[in-house]
Structures are given as structure tokens and as C-alpha cells.
């Protein structure tokens, strides 16, 4: 009795295992998925992911491709490095992949010299600035403001409305790291008085020492590198340690949750950069991912990842028989003022300039809501702040 | 005619290998070992995974957690920092290997020293404390030694070319599996011999024991110190090979999650066992990937609770290891002495 069903386990899995092999084998496109959908990011990373997976079954349901399915193979490696280094080599050597949507800068960081071997796109969902520059990172994409433009052009709202004093949290980590040279230099050059900084980890449930340290300083801005909930956390300590301050937060610590997480305390006081509008904007871009998606909502993160896909799946169509890694990184390069529908700014990538562009909108929350407080602010494209 | 085994002189008892039964097997082993790559292709093919990356890091963990079984299981030291302590081998064979122009071999031999030097530094307080104590004092070690690498390399990280040797370079998936696979079995045969010498005899005295140990003549602080040494070089050298393994180092690759790993590796594969180290890390490595081809395929049935059935992997994992430490509390290697000592006595079991 025990052998038997020992059996049937063993060729139900053997079934199971053999299924998407033979799914695989029709005219598809292989697409890798690394997400975090139980790490550290998680929060913000597993709508990302749902965002991907929709818009890929949505490209699938109006004919594919130039009539090629996209089969996306993705897998959850919970912010683990070795695991996305695994998973990656699993999709470029197993399932033959050219083009990998992606998740976090420390992945994609230990990831860039493999791209550039083996010459396969990734379209991360990591904005840092250092991606931009295809002389460093020729295989590198994404689809969102960068980093450091976002941090100069909050640094730019924050002078326009009034801040003489700013200061910068952020998690020691390499997304929050990132853009803080660029943010100092920035702040430096608008007159802006900068505080010390401070760290808050992703995974932190109290600021209250930090939010005490910057108390002394009494900044009137201060700009937040984390994720929703670190984010959260701080601005809802601020609300009587730091009642005077105003916040400027990421792209990927503002979303739909931070009101709920920060009980009110956000309200009037949390400005986020926006990189893609809302979900449910009034845009016409929307309209199919509210249809898709039945009007369920999701965060912000979810039209990031729908966005990518879009904009992979308009350079597989332009690649058309050229499938392969330097194929859809030449046409990529060839998107000039993308229109995704208005759900982001125009995207533009050239053989020099990975930014896809340096335009997006300042959020805010009202009634418990996020909303578009500034529905456009742009930095010019300058040529010296390729990669910084 | 005799029935067990019976040793005739001290060369044979101290033998690695005592029988030629033990001996064949292992042949066999090595010989499937190295011939793996020839049908991981196969078997990559047959379950969705790609086993030649899965073996390479199989083989690198294998050696950093002989160190740690050797600090651990067999002097009775606890570390929390082997992560950290990795991560300077990594660090310091990249940057020797790509600013200096470093020979592969001595980068990662100098990435195994540096990581050694440190080790032994933030060993010092095992004079003093043990346990949870030390536990914790190491953990200090893993946070420092980070949070300074992170203020060293701003981009957090350091890009490494492959490894070259006379002109022979290791660039494929293929040439670094058997790289590693050859520092694995270096260290533990290391460790094995390091463990019948006097060295090693102090090292378990200092264990079982400490004070008996000290009345006997052994210097405490001499093998605390040297145990953390040791230990750190390996796990060091394990870091110089992730560099060029995977030809890059980021400092987020080595946090506090993978100290933690490091230990669950020797305890679910055994303490103070030379084979524990090679199960643990073997069991949960695999365990955690063959998870992924059940999820992956119910995941294209249900598409819908892709990120439950995400959580559900991680669940029953942690499942698996309680239920395995319940029931197989000495680890891998007890069991599998269990397994040989049935089919030496069978059929006569009493």
C-alpha cells in the first residue's frame, strides 16, 4: 500500500514536471522572471510581479507577438542572490531565454557581467541611475525615472516649495544607496541646506532614535529611499516627533498601502515620485489593464510591471525574426517617444542613453488616497548625467 | 572466520578509507562526480532546473561549511559572521584579482588569509564567551565587517573576470563546477587528515571538555584562536571561488541570512561530522530546488496563486527541516551511520 502510493506521488510529479516542457515546444518566446514575492521587498514585489504576468497574458490574449506567444518562466527568489544567479543561468542555459524581466539593484548589480557575456536583455525593476550608461551596461533596461533624476527633481519641489533644510533616510542597501551622491550633489547645487543622514532598515517597525536625530536638525524635507512599509513606519513616528516635516519618497516606498500603514499620518504630509500614474488613472492606457485586471486594484508597482512588458513586447515586435539578446537591445534603442498609453512618460532609449525618460508626476495623499499632485516634472536630458 | 572489522596495526585504524568496500565506493563517487556534467544537460532537460549552477554552489557551500563545522562541530565554537567572513574572501580575491592583476590562485588564497585575519580577530572574545554569547559577538562581527565593506565598495559591487591558470581559463559553467568541486574535496579531505592529527585532538578536547582540556596542557586560547582561523580561511576561500564563479561580488549576497544558512547546513547535516557538511548543504540546497518544481508546476495549472504557492514553498520547507530535526536530531550523517550499520549486521539485526 505504501509503495503504491508512494508510486502515484512520484508519477504525478514526474506528470507535473513534464507538462511545461511540452508547452514549451510550440513557436513561443521565452521570457525569465526573477521576483520577490517573499523576501525583503516583497511588499512592493509581489504586485510587481502579478503586474508582469498580467500583461503578459494580455500581449498572449490580442495574438502575441508578431503571432508568438510570450511564455513567461518566472519563479520567486525571495531577495536571494545565489538564487537569482541560479534561476538566471537556469533560464539562459534551460530554457533558452534572451530577455529576463527582473527585480532588485543587488541582483541586478551581481547580474551585469553575465548580461554582457551572454548578451541578454534585463528589464529590472530597478530605476538605478548606473544601469543608463550602455557602455557599462549594454543589456540593461527598465522603464521608470531613474533614481538619481527622481532624487533631483524631488530636491527641485522641495526648493520650489519653500525647503531651505533637507535631509536623507534611507535603508543601507543598494536601492537606497543609490541615488543619495546624486541627491546631495543636487540639493547642494539649489542652496539647500543637508542634514546628516539616516538609515531605516527595509524590515524596521520603529524609527523613533533616527526621527530624534533629525529632530535636531528640524529639516523641512526629508527624502525617503526605503520600501512602503519602512517608509510607513517613519512618517508615521514623524507624526509627533517630526510634526513640521514633509516627506519625499521613492518610487518604490509610495503606493495605495503607505495611508493604510501610516494611519493618517501621511495625509498632506507624503509626496511620492511617480514614475507610472495610479492604477485606475484616467488615462487611456488604463482602460485594458481595468479590463484585464476586472477593476480588482492593485498598487502602483503593478502598473510598473505591466509597463515593462508593454515596452518588451513592442521590441520583440520591431525585432521581428531577430530574436535574440543584441536584437531587442538594437531595437529597443530604436523607441523614440514610446507612448504607452499615457500610463508613463514617452520612453526613449538610444545606442548611448538608456533613461527612458527623465519626466514623471509627484504624488501626494489625500482622503486616505494616493493622487497626482504634479502631473508632470522633467529635468532636461543632459548628457553628463548618463549612468550618474 | 572473523566478522566486522579488525585492524591489525595503527595505520589501518587511522586509515580515511578502512575497507576496500569504503574505498570502491568512493571511487565511484568521485567518478560520478566528475562525470555529472555530462548528463546534467539530461537532467536539466527532465526537471526544469539548471543543475550544473545548483552543483557549483553546492560545491562552494560545502567548503564553507567544513570551516564552519570544523569552528562549530568540532571545537564547540558558535559563529554567526561566516558570512561576512566570506564575503572579505570574495571581496579581497576580486579586487586583488582585477586592481592588482593577481594570479586566480593566489587572489583567493590572499582572500582566504585576509578573511582568516579577521576571523581570528573577532575570535578573540571566544576566550571569554561561548554559547549564546559568542553567537552574539560574532553577529557584531557579520553587521561590522559589512556595513565596512558597503563603505569601502560605494557601488557594492565589484565585477571579477574568470579565472585563468597558465593560460587555461575557467569561462564556462562547466570548467568552474570542476574547480570548485576540487576546493570542496581539497577541504574536506583537509579537514578529515586535520581531524586525526593533534591539532584536531585538541580541537575536540576543547569541546567535549575545556577544562579537563586545559589540565591536560591544551592552550585554550591558542585552539580557540586557531579554530576560528582555519575556519575563516575556508570559508574565505569559498568567497574568492563565488567571485569567480559568478563574476561579480555584491555585499547584499552575504548578510546575516547567510551566516544562519551556514549553520542550518551543519546541523541539519550533523555536527562535528567530516560527511555532515556534505549533507546538509547537499539536502537543503537540493530540498529548496526540488520544491521549486512542484511550484512551478502548479503554478502553470493555477496561475492565479502564483504568490501563494511562492509561500507555500518556503512553508513547507521550514517544514521539512522541523520535522527532520525532530525525528533525526544528530543530523544526515547519524542517519546515514544508521542506514550502514543495518546493512553490515543484516539479516541479524539484534
Not at chain 1, 1 to 13: E, N, R, S, T, V
Not at chain 1, 84 to 97: D, E, P, Q, T
Not at chain 1, 349 to 370: E, M
Not at chain 2, 276 to 283: L, N, Q
Request: proline residues 4%.
Amino acid at each position: 500500500m505504501k509503495k503504491g502510493l508512494l508510486f502515484l506521488a512520484l508519477a504525478a510529479l514526474v506528470c507535473l514536471t513534464m507538462q511545461p516542457l511540452a508547452a514549451t515546444a510550440a513557436e513561443e518566446i521565452p521570457v525569465g522572471g526573477i521576483f520577490d514575492i517573499t523576501g525583503a521587498t516583497s511588499k512592493v514585489g509581489a504586485d510587481y510581479a502579478k503586474g508582469v504576468r498580467a500583461a503578459c497574458d494580455y500581449v498572449n490574449s490580442l495574438g502575441g507577438v508578431n503571432g508568438r506567444m510570450i511564455n513567461l518562466e518566472s519563479a520567486d527568489y525571495a531577495y536571494a542572490i545565489p538564487k537569482a544567479l541560479n534561476l538566471y543561468k537556469k533560464y539562459v542555459n534551460v530554457n533558452k531565454v534572451f530577455v529576463i524581466q527582473g527585480w532588485g539593484t543587488g541582483d541586478t548589480n551581481a547580474l551585469t557581467p553575465k548580461l554582457k557575456k551572454d548578451e541578454v536583455i534585463f528589464m529590472s525593476a530597478s530605476y538605478d541611475a548606473n544601469l543608463t550608461n550602455p557602455a557599462n551596461n549594454p543589456y540593461n533596461f527598465f522603464i521608470g525615472t531613474d533614481y538619481s533624476t527622481s532624487i533631483r527633481l524631488a530636491m527641485q519641489f522641495a526648493k520650489d516649495n519653500g525647503a531651505k533644510k533637507v535631509l536623507f533616510c534611507y535603508p543601507d542597501h543598494p536601492y537606497g544607496r543609490a541615488p543619495i551622491a546624486a541627491g546631495k550633489e543636487y540639493a547642494q547645487m539649489l542652496g539647500l541646506e543637508i542634514g546628516p543622514d539616516e538609515m531605516v532598515d527595509l524590515t524596521a517597525t520603529d524609527a523613533t532614535q533616527q526621527l530624534l536625530r533629525m529632530k535636531k536638525f528640524a529639516p523641512d524635507y526629508v527624502w525617503l529611499g526605503g520600501t512602503t512599509p519602512s517608509c510607513a513606519v517613519v512618517i508615521k513616528g514623524a507624526a509627533s516627533i517630526l510634526p513640521e516635516a514633509k516627506f519625499l519618497i521613492n518610487c518604490w516606498g509610495f503606493d495605495s498601502n503607505l495611508p493604510l500603514l501610516a494611519q493618517g499620518a501621511a495625509e498632506g504630509r507624503a509626496f511620492g515620485i511617480l514614475p507610472v500614474v495610479p492604477y485606475g488613472a484616467d488615462v487611456p492606457g488604463m482602460k485594458a489593464m481595468m479590463a484585464w485586471t476586472k477593476g480588482e486594484p492593485h498598487t502602483l508597482h503593478f502598473v510598473k510591471g505591466w509597463v515593462s512588458v508593454l515596452v518588451m513586447a513592442e521590441g520583440l515586435k520591431r525585432a521581428g525574426d531577430k530574436l535574440s539578446g543584441p536584437g531587442l537591445k538594437a531595437a529597443l534603442e530604436t523607441l523614440t517617444d514610446f507612448e504607452t498609453g499615457g500610463l508613463c512618460a514617452p520612453i526613449t532609449y538610444t545606442s548611448t542613453d538608456h533613461r527612458p525618460n527623465t519626466t514623471c508626476g509627484i504624488g501626494a495623499i489625500k482622503d486616505g488616497k494616493v493622487v497626482v499632485l504634479v502631473g508632470k516634472v522633467s529635468m532636461p536630458r543632459e548628457a553628463k548625467y548618463i549612468g550618474n | 572466520m572473523p566478522c566486522g572489522l579488525f585492524f591489525e596495526t595503527y595505520e589501518k585504524d587511522e586509515a580515511i578509507f578502512q575497507t576496500t568496500f569504503l574505498r570502491v565506493a568512493m571511487a565511484a563517487f568521485a567518478v560520478l562526480l566528475l562525470a555529472f556534467p555530462f548528463f546534467s544537460d539530461w537532467l536539466s532537460g527532465l526537471t526544469n532546473l539548471y543543475w550544473l549552477g545548483i552543483m557549483t554552489h553546492i560545491c562552494i557551500f560545502v567548503l564553507g561549511a567544513q570551516g564552519l563545522n570544523l569552528l562549530t562541530g568540532f571545537t564547540g565554537q558558535i559563529s554567526l559572521g561566516h558570512g561576512a567572513f566570506m564575503a572579505v574572501g570574495a571581496f579581497t580575491a576580486g579586487v586583488l584579482h582585477m586592481d592588482l592583476g593577481w594570479n586566480f590562485l593566489l587572489a583567493i588564497l590572499a582572500g582566504g588569509l585576509m578573511a582568516a585575519a579577521l576571523g581570528m580577530i573577532f575570535g578573540v572574545p571566544s576566550l571569554r564567551l561561548r554559547g549564546l554569547y559568542l553567537a552574539i559577538a560574532t553577529l557584531a562581527a557579520q553587521i561590522i565587517i559589512i556595513w565596512l565593506l558597503r563603505g569601502v565598495f560605494e557601488a557594492g559591487a565589484v565585477e571579477v573576470s574568470d579565472a585563468t591558470l597558465f593560460g587555461f581559463s575557467f569561462d564556462t559553467d562547466q570548467r568552474k563546477y570542476y574547480l570548485c568541486l576540487f576546493f570542496a574535496a581539497l577541504g574536506t579531505l583537509y579537514l578529515k587528515n586535520l581531524m586525526r592529527t593533534r591539532t584536531g585532538r585538541a580541537f575536540v578536547a576543547v569541546r567535549d571538555r575545556y577544562l579537563s582540556a586545559e589540565v591536560i596542557g591544551v592552550n585554550l586560547f591558542k585552539y580557540r584562536i586557531l579554530s576560528f582561523g582555519i575556519s575563516s580561511f575556508m570559508v574565505g576561500l569559498a568567497g574568492g571561488l563565488w567571485a569567480f564563479t559568478e563574476n561579480a561580488v555584491t555585499d547584499e549576497a552575504f548578510g546575516v541570512a547567510l551566516s544562519v544558512k551556514y549553520l542550518a547546513y551543519i546541523i541539519v547535516g550533523g555536527l562535528g561530522q567530516v560527511t555532515g557538511a556534505i549533507f546538509g548543504v547537499t539536502f537543503l540546497e537540493l530540498l529548496h530546488w526540488l520544491l521549486e518544481v512542484p511550484t512551478d508546476a502548479l503554478s502553470r495549472i493555477f496561475p492565479n496563486i502564483f504568490e501563494k504557492l511562492a509561500s507555500l514553498r518556503e512553508i513547507v520547507f521550514g517544514l521539512i527541516v522541523i520535522v527532520f530535526l525532530i525525528f533525526e536530531p544528530d543530523g544526515l550523517s547519524a542517519r546515514w551511520r544508521t542506514i550502514r550499520s543495518y546493512w553490515k549486521l543484516w539479516p541479524f539485526s539484534y
